[in-house]
């Protein structure tokens, strides 16, 4: 038996992740049978005896006993002459019980058997961990960063399996050392080069979904519910919460006690700033608070063409359009409207469009402006030159120019 590893064989195997111990039994023997088959032409007088936490196995071929003169068979008979070198005592008619030692099948038969077992267990193994991540597609699951690649990282769940976290579904500022754990979504499995391929994702909406449901008791109970997220992930978040009962604020419940449940979202994000905003099917007032911290003043909506028209006060028009613009493009997502936001004059006050100066000022200098809201000329000379530059790609030359071309238009 030790000869042809057969105890190191079954080491291995009972080592095998996510296959139960009736299936892996019923593949050794399954495996077994078949060789004795190719041995004997019949596996149906044979009993495979497998003792895996012991990495036994014993084959015994069972045989009927006849006069010399009718054996026809010699697989499932036995010549009563050779039968009483065996046992003196036995008779005609009697069942003879022989173990066939490993070593009779010949060591190459022996060695294909080992290669089909490993074979048929690792064929098993990926089904079964293909099956159970799709299955698990949503979930939030846990690992322990066992490799750093340029492009991705290799984790291991709590039992070794292998799952890779690409970089493009990593927050920016996600940074992991090896043997680090991190949270991830199971965000898509497929079978690759015949090889089950679990892809994580910490940048989907579905992750931050996840996170609500683990520290927000009433969205896991089905009390609030989400009606939808939208992330710049690492940078801005809003998500639109509803209650079906009254007693309930769910933008209160979300956020916790001076933030106490919305912090350890916050944190496993990387510091992603989170807008919890009430839901509601008036689009005026969900737009409203859709563009949060900004105060709207009023709002013109087109149907048809999807687009809101968005007046706010001119110190609420960068709250409103956001740093790198992530409030106004986020608003917009969540809402399902283009979001343009205009100052609102006031009194009696004249301004001029950017666009007015299209023959004076090159068409990238005022798509730069429009950028950081700066759609009219005296929205751009509230700002200072100092501002502007941080604010912009535009050279402190070029904004001195610009600025006193407006200067001019007032005089």
């Not at 008036?282 to 087109?302: D, E, G, H, W, Y």
């Amino acid at each position: 038996m030790a000869s042809i590893n057969l105890i190191e064989s079954f080491s291995e195997f009972k080592e095998f992740k996510n296959i139960d111990r009736a299936t892996l039994m019923s593949i050794l023997e399954e495996v077994f049978r078949g060789m004795i088959q190719k041995r004997y032409g019949s596996d149906e007088n044979f009993d495979v005896i497998i003792n895996i936490d012991k990495g036994d196995l014993e084959v015994w071929r069972n045989r009927e006993i006849v006069e010399d003169k009718d054996l026809v068979d010699d697989n499932s008979q036995i010549a009563y002459s050779k039968a009483i070198q065996i046992e003196p005592d036995f008779e005609v008619g009697e069942e003879v019980s022989e173990e066939v030692k490993m070593l009779d099948f010949g060591r190459r038969s022996v060695l294909a058997l080992r290669q089909n077992l490993i074979s048929k267990i690792l064929e098993l193994e990926k089904d079964n961990i293909f099956k159970k991540y799709k299955d698990r597609v949503g979930e939030i699951v846990t690992g322990e960063v066992y490799q750093i690649w340029k492009k991705e990282l290799l984790v291991l769940d709590d039992e070794g399996n292998e799952l890779i976290l690409p970089r493009t579904e990593q927050i920016p500022s996600d940074f992991f050392k090896k043997g680090d754990s991190l949270r991830a979504v199971v965000d898509k499995v497929e079978m690759k080069n015949n090889k089950p391929l679990v892809l994580l994702s910490r940048v989907s909406p579905v992750f931050l979904e996840r996170l609500f449901e683990l520290e927000v008791p009433e969205v896991f109970d089905g009390l609030i519910t989400i009606k939808k997220i939208v992330r710049e992930p690492g940078e801005r978040a809003k998500v639109a919460v509803e209650s079906y009962d009254d007693r309930i604020d769910p933008v209160g419940a979300c956020v916790g006690m001076k933030g106490s449940r919305i912090h350890g979202i916050v944190r496993e994000l990387r510091n992603e700033n989170i807008d919890v905003i009430n839901y509601t099917s008036n689009a005026q007032l969900f737009i409203s608070r859709a563009l949060s911290p900004a105060k709207v003043s009023s709002i013109v909506i087109n149907e048809e063409e999807g687009k809101a028209e968005v007046f706010l006060k001119p110190d609420q028009v960068s709250l409103a359009i956001g740093k790198g613009g992530y409030n106004i493009k986020l608003a917009g997502a969540l809402t399902g409207y283009e979001v343009d936001v205009f100052r609102e004059l006031e009194g009696n006050q004249e301004d001029v469009e950017l666009d007015e100066f299209v023959d004076e000022i090159d068409g990238w200098i005022l798509d730069e402006l429009k950028k950081v809201g700066c759609d009219t000329a005296k929205s751009v000379l509230e700002l200072s030159v100092e501002d502007l530059t941080k604010r912009t790609d535009l050279e402190e030359e070029t904004i001195l120019e610009v600025r006193k071309i407006f200067e001019q238009e007032f005089e």
